[in-house]
């Protein structure tokens, strides 16, 4: 007995600090999928022992939010729902009944409260009990209606979500992968409780209501409660009517819930709003409050969670990927297996410390699942040889690693700041469109070649052949994709003198002052690369800082051998020097729409052509303003007026510079 009671104890301590991160500070230090066993654990050895502790996670229902905003208690209290991974057990909880089988939306629950027609009060789950006041926020909510056509009091619980294609936009424009989102339940959790709503509009937070509380009407205004007819379909139905996107959701019985639940476990993985299972509602309103409830369950409610589909597999190697944070990512490379009707054979096992929990060791006998029927997981090690060690150099630049501790999660970093992982950024400007127009290699696909050591400097780009085999290996490449890739790289080798001095990366020298210093030393790389900065400085438009920027890269040693390798790669094409530069010392701005040229990018061609240079905004710099509309009184109009500089048609360009 003692025994048990120990592990009771241990077992609700990391339930309880696992809930914590979870809930409070939004980061994830075990997988749902241990949770869940080690839930299953706790409340099996309460029930068989009949101890149960107060702190108990299955005596609680929901983690004390945030003290930063104003707390409420919620009218009645939010509980939590019973959980089944059996569809049989789903048909039993039916009987005779018929039911709502929805999905179980992974996000934040919002209580909404409405009187007269207007959003009147928003308040968040909290601990069950006690909620934060979120109104303003919740105003900001995509989907929210601010006014409804029932004016009297309304009272309905959503849930707050971010949609999966919402989450990866937002995250895509982050470049600090650490500073990334992990998921979109924490980005919406975060969203929905900032102080700031201008934060949190930006967030596109949807919410997707799934229970209608109360809806009271009015006899002194004449305004009647709804009839539902006893039913939650109708409660639904209704919601719908005044302009709610309700959780979406099909009425089963007893005799076809399970083929429903078939149903769903196919759509999951095209659904658009993050889900971690299913809810089942009694529809007849009256039979389900008769119910009851018990201390921490409503009993006219049973949420159903999928069943892992779990295999076993060896651990064959753990890939330790390094990124531009200076993160050193470990990946769990094993045997292929057949997953949810996919073939998987990585799972990201996050960091030290999760290595550390599950004792891994090459060769490890090790089940793999899909979180949510989506994300390849490692469940449970059952061999733990407990003998892996992280790398003590980085994969990608050879210096040797760190291991940071913080708060109990370890992580193992890379600290040069040199390392090519960390400058992804440097590689995506050269591969980009008006560098070396390289398709096909996008950050990711670059951090990963980085990652893996097969890119350290630009010539590498051109030198990815010798690794065909393991690229075509890799998560999302295969043959045709290097094809492709091999493809533009080759065609790229022909290139001009201004694409690789954009492409070097120069501090101050992008797009058009490459341009305009190619054209000064008739495409002659060798010229640019040993100029002085006395004689840099002749250029039009190029200062004194702009040539120590250049003179000082091209000095560089470490710069020097770059180059060096990346010239032994491509060629520099032939270019037409006979145009004449007839615009040579002169600024233009284009603005508005074209007639004559096919776009703008066509009309500041030929300018840079003749010897001009085009800017973006107007300043005392600018010779001419080109716009059509010369009347309007845009700001650059107003801009180019006050400051004397003139404006000109496209016509009047055309008569005086072609």
């Not at 959780?247 to 089963?252: C, G, L, R, S, T």
């Not at 529809?283 to 409610?301: C, E, V």
């Not at 003198?497 to 492409?503: E, F, G, I, S």
């Not at 600024?587 to 001009?612: C, H, M, P």
Request: charged residues 30%.
């Amino acid at each position: 007995m003692k025994e048990k009671q120990e592990r009771i104890k241990e077992l609700i301590e990391l339930l309880n600090e696992a809930a914590k991160a979870y809930y409070k500070e939004d980061r994830e230090i075990m997988p749902n999928y241990e949770y869940d066993r080690l839930y299953d654990e706790l409340a099996a050895l309460e029930e068989e022992t009949g101890l149960v502790f107060a702190n108990s996670p299955t005596q609680n229902v929901g983690y004390e939010s945030a003290a930063e905003l104003v707390k409420e208690a919620h009218e009645s209290p939010m509980l939590s729902l019973d959980k089944t991974k059996d569809p049989e057990v789903l048909a039993a909880f039916l009987g005779d009944k018929k039911g709502i089988l929805s999905w179980k939306l992974d996000g934040l629950t919002i209580v909404l409260t409405y009187q007269d027609g207007t959003l009147y009060k928003a308040v968040t789950r909290g601990n069950g009990e006690i909620g934060e006041i979120v109104t303003a926020n919740a105003k900001q909510f995509l989907n929210v209606p601010l006014s409804i056509p029932f004016k009297g009091k309304l009272i309905l619980r959503g849930e707050a979500v971010i949609l999966y294609k919402d989450f990866e936009q937002i995250n895509e424009q982050i470049e600090d992968l650490s500073a990334k989102y992990k998921n979109p339940r924490n980005l919406c959790s975060g969203s929905v409780r900032q102080l700031d709503p201008s934060i949190t509009a930006k967030r596109k937070v949807r919410l997707y209501p799934f229970s209608l509380e109360s809806a009271e009407g009015s006899e002194t205004a004449g305004i009647p409660a709804p009839d539902f007819h006893n039913s939650n379909e109708q409660k639904f139905i209704w919601l719908k009517s005044q302009g709610f996107d309700v959780v979406p959701y099909k009425m089963v019985t007893g005799a076809d819930v399970a083929q429903k639940v078939s149903e769903y476990a196919r759509e999951i993985e095209h659904f658009e709003i993050p889900s971690d299972g299913l809810v089942l509602l009694l529809d007849d309103i009256a039979y389900g409050q008769s119910l009851g409830r018990t201390a921490k369950f409503p009993r006219n409610a049973i949420a159903f969670k999928w069943k892992d589909e779990i295999a076993q597999t060896t651990l064959l190697e753990v890939e330790w990927s390094p990124s531009r944070t200076g993160l050193i990512n470990p990946v769990a490379i094993f045997e292929p297996v057949e997953l949810e009707g996919t073939t998987v054979s990585r799972a990201s096992l996050h960091n030290i410390s999760i290595i550390e929990g599950l004792e891994l060791g090459i060769g490890d006998q090790i089940t793999v699942y899909k979180a949510n029927m989506i994300i390849p997981q490692v469940a449970e090690n059952l061999t733990k040889k407990n003998d892996l060690i992280p790398p003590d150099t980085c994969p990608a630049c050879g210096e040797k690693t760190v291991i940071h501790d913080e708060n109990g999660v370890k992580t193992l970093l890379c600290p040069n700041p040199e390392c090519p992982a960390k400058k992804i950024k440097s590689f995506a400007d050269f591969v980009s469109r008006n560098a070396m127009n390289i398709e096909g290699i996008s950050e990711e696909t670059l951090e990963k070649f980085i990652g893996h050591g097969l890119i350290a400097e630009y010539a590498d780009i051109y030198k990815l052949e010798r690794y065909k085999d393991r690229i075509t290996s890799m998560i999302g490449f295969g043959e045709k994709s290097f094809e492709n890739i091999q493809k533009s790289v080759e065609s790229s080798r022909h290139t001009t003198c201004a694409r690789v001095l954009n492409a070097l990366g120069i501090i101050g020298i992008g797009q058009a002052n490459a341009k305009l210093i190619s054209r000064y030393y008739k495409n002659d790389f060798a010229a640019i690369r040993n100029a002085a900065a006395e004689e840099l400085v002749q250029i039009d438009q190029i200062g004194d800082v702009l040539a120590k920027s250049i003179t000082d890269y091209f000095q560089n040693e470490k710069n020097k051998k770059i180059v060096d390798d990346l010239l032994e790669e491509i060629q520099f094409e032939e270019e037409n020097n006979t145009q004449e530069e007839t615009l040579t010392g002169m600024t233009f701005v284009i603005t508005g729409s074209l007639n004559q040229y096919e776009n703008r990018d066509a009309l500041k061609k030929e300018i840079e052509e003749k010897g001009g240079k085009v800017a973006g905004s107007v300043s005392s710099k600018t010779s001419f303003l080109i716009n059509n509309d010369i009347q309007s009184n845009s700001s650059k109009n107003k801009t180019a007026k006050s400051l004397g500089i003139p404006i000109i048609t496209e016509e009047e360009y055309i008569e005086r510079f072609r």
